[in-house]
């Protein structure tokens, strides 16, 4: 063949090195590699359910569903949702290269719809994965999502970041706030996996979809990767999740109704622990009357200069603080507006 001009010879060239490469662009070459890297940290995970025939005695075990997790660290700890292994008798892990091994649930927290799981693997066989930061997130990055949606394992969608800060149900019954959104496909079967930026770290779990057909339709949610930080650092560290807590009872139900009969914002305190700084410091708890009537007591709006509308408003700023610091609590008593130093305990979640 003849080349008529250098800038033929050029563009010739240039299509035989892209033709070559299997006609890859750089967005392609990046989502494969991070497919490849990121393959082998995500985890199959099945459940079982024990069932008795009371009539017999007999004791069966039937499976009961299956999820996504991913590997954290080489000691074997595996992160998921709650509500993948909620309710199950047993579970297996199921690692790429696929060898299976049984779990034990180290702890969970329901509120924020986490668990962490263990298995016996040899440390070669684990790849944890390597975890990013939620908090510099923006609307309209790049995400993608792994799992095993459908029980179709190790799968990859690709999407944005659709919005921040959701509130979404979770495995409480109350509102689980802060939740990421995305476009990215995300299908029953990919809970528990994970939610990568385009350097191929962990920002995300995904949770959970919004869909009336129960398949996606580009609505998918996942909890901020700095979220799960904390609390898996506490469950692995206590078998639980240890809360910080400024030593008060509360009721999202009472708070609704402050909030219809009186049209104040806030958290209402119902009970004071005894104990803690906050029964050494005189907060003063609701009184509730025979007759049906209630006397508010102190009700909080505020915590550290942030303003506090709700139970879910208070949880996010105690969740980013430790245990033994002191927080100052902006309370409504009466009509007079009070600010009181409280140091926060710890609470079984």
């Keep these: ?64 569903g299956s999820g996504s997790g991913f590997v954290w660290d080489k000691d074997g700890h595996i992160v998921t949702n709650y509500h993948v292994i909620e309710g199950a008798s047993s579970a297996t892990v199921k690692l790429h290269n696929g060898k299976s091994y049984n779990a034990y649930l180290v702890g969970f927290y329901k509120r924020r719809d986490i668990a962490v799981l263990k298995i016996a693997a040899p440390k070669e066989q684990l790849k944890p994965v390597k975890l990013g930061s939620s908090e510099e997130l923006q609307v309209g990055q790049a995400v993608y999502a792994i799992g095993n949606p459908f029980g179709l394992d190790w799968t990859m969608t690709k999407g944005i970041v659709s919005a921040l800060n959701r509130k979404v149900p979770s495995a409480d019954g109350l509102l689980m706030s802060g939740a990421i959104q995305t476009d990215a496909a995300i299908n029953p079967g990919n809970s528990g996996g994970v939610m990568l930026n385009s350097s191929g770290e962990v920002v995300g779990v995904n949770s959970a979809i919004y869909s009336p057909s129960g398949g996606s339709v580009g609505i998918g949610f996942a909890i901020p990767i700095d979220t799960v930080k904390r609390v898996v650092e506490k469950i692995i560290k206590f078998g639980k999740y240890i809360k910080p807590s400024i030593g008060i009872e509360t009721d999202a ?97």
């Design 1 to 64: 063949m003849k080349v008529k001009s250098f800038y033929s010879f050029l563009l010739l060239l240039l299509f035989t090195v892209n033709a070559c490469s299997g006609g890859l662009t750089e967005g392609e070459k990046r989502d494969i590699e991070i497919f490849k890297r990121n393959r082998d940290s995500v985890v199959f995970i099945s459940t079982r359910k024990n069932i008795i025939d009371y009539n017999t005695l007999t004791r069966y075990i039937v499976p009961k």
């Design 253 to 349: 139900r009472m708070n609704r109704y402050l909030k219809e009969t009186l049209g104040i914002k806030g958290v209402a305190v119902l009970g004071v622990i005894r104990g803690s700084d906050a029964e050494s410091k005189g907060i003063e708890p609701a009184k509730f009357y025979m007759d049906g009537t209630v006397d508010f007591g102190d009700i909080i709006v505020g915590v550290d200069g942030k303003k506090v509308e709700s139970i879910y408003d208070l949880d996010d700023i105690l969740e980013r603080k430790k245990i033994g610091s002191e927080v100052n609590l902006e309370i409504l008593r009466g009509h007079k507006r009070l600010s009181v130093p409280i140091k926060l305990i710890g609470l079984d979640s």
